[in-house]
């Protein structure tokens, strides 16, 4: 019910600007689909790997603006998983040489993620127009839930437990990548790989949330992080309309002509009329 609340209001904000008054005009709608790697950078410094994540599906709009040099606007909604991987205990073994070499046992955990970034999407055409390379930069705002936990050398496994005074289920950062599509027609068929850089933790530092005393085996912390942002990156292949029946005006806008015609200053008439003026004024010997 909860998130039914959250992605109904982001869907019709969408909607609306894709198929709002203006929707004839240089508008791009599409899907996306793919996979991806996640991971979590604990502060202190804890023993962590990334993990493979589920498949990612997504929509996405662009506007293209009249100036091509500067680019699409517009915004995804995607549904992913994230996740991390935690080295919770190790057995050590020493080499001939003295070095310490230590074996983790992992606690990984993954969770589902709907992302909204904001992209701007700098982009040129090579091919007579038939293949479009870009650029993307975004801010991104992210909703947590769902999910599931285990351990590597243990039976414990199972969903993970939500709970508000220990996890951030909002979360905020940057994202940027790039990627190629090849037109045909009103049609995009491309892909695009993207990094998603979080600010937000996953957990409450430990100034809010101590230890896991009164959790169960879905907290695998002694003592709580002071920072847990997640980091991700997604390969998708990409699959777009244009809505616009001629195509793209960018490629036709001409920036205005500034007005060279105006009055020049004539030093000659200038000086000719400096001359007659003071040979009028000139007495007579």
């Given at each position: 019910m909860r998130i039914r609340k959250i992605t109904l209001p982001i869907i019709l904000l969408l909607t609306f600007m894709m198929f709002g008054p203006s929707a004839q005009a240089q508008h791009?709608?599409?899907?996306?689909?793919?996979a991806g790697i996640s991971s979590i950078r604990f502060y202190p410094l804890r023993e962590t790997k990334?993990?493979?994540t589920g498949p990612d599906f997504g929509l996405s709009w662009r506007y293209y603006s009249l100036p091509r040099f500067v680019g699409a606007v517009g915004a995804d909604l995607?549904?992913?998983?994230?996740?991390f991987s935690y080295g919770y205990t190790y057995s050590s073994s020493m080499t001939e040489e003295g070095v310490e070499i230590r074996d983790y046992s992992y606690y990984t955990r993954k969770m589902n993620t709907i992302m909204l970034p904001l992209v701007w999407q700098p982009h040129f055409y090579v091919a007579k127009r038939h293949v479009k390379i870009y650029l993307e930069a975004a801010f991104t705002v992210s909703y947590n839930f769902g999910g599931d936990y285990s351990y590597d050398?243990?039976?414990?496994?199972?969903?993970?437990?939500?709970?508000?005074e220990r996890d951030n289920r909002w979360n905020y950062g940057l994202a940027g990548g790039g990627g190629f599509a090849l037109l045909f027609g009103r049609y995009e068929l491309g892909v695009r790989a993207r990094y998603y850089f979080g600010y937000a933790d996953l957990l409450k530092n430990m100034n809010k949330y101590y230890d896991n005393a009164t959790d169960g085996k879905e907290n695998p912390f002694k003592i709580t992080p002071l920072r847990s942002p997640l980091d991700n990156m997604t390969l998708n292949i990409t699959l777009s309309y244009r809505m616009s029946k001629d195509g793209y005006k960018e490629w036709e806008y001409k920036a205005p002509r500034k007005d060279k015609n105006r009055k020049k200053f004539d030093f000659q008439q200038s000086s000719s009329g400096g001359s007659?003026?003071?040979?009028?004024?000139?007495?007579?010997?």
């Open positions: 791009l709608v599409g899907i996306t689909g793919g990334s993990v493979m995607e549904l992913m998983q994230r996740g050398d243990e039976a414990w496994s199972g969903k993970y437990d939500w709970r508000l007659s003026s003071s040979s009028s004024n000139r007495l007579p010997r």
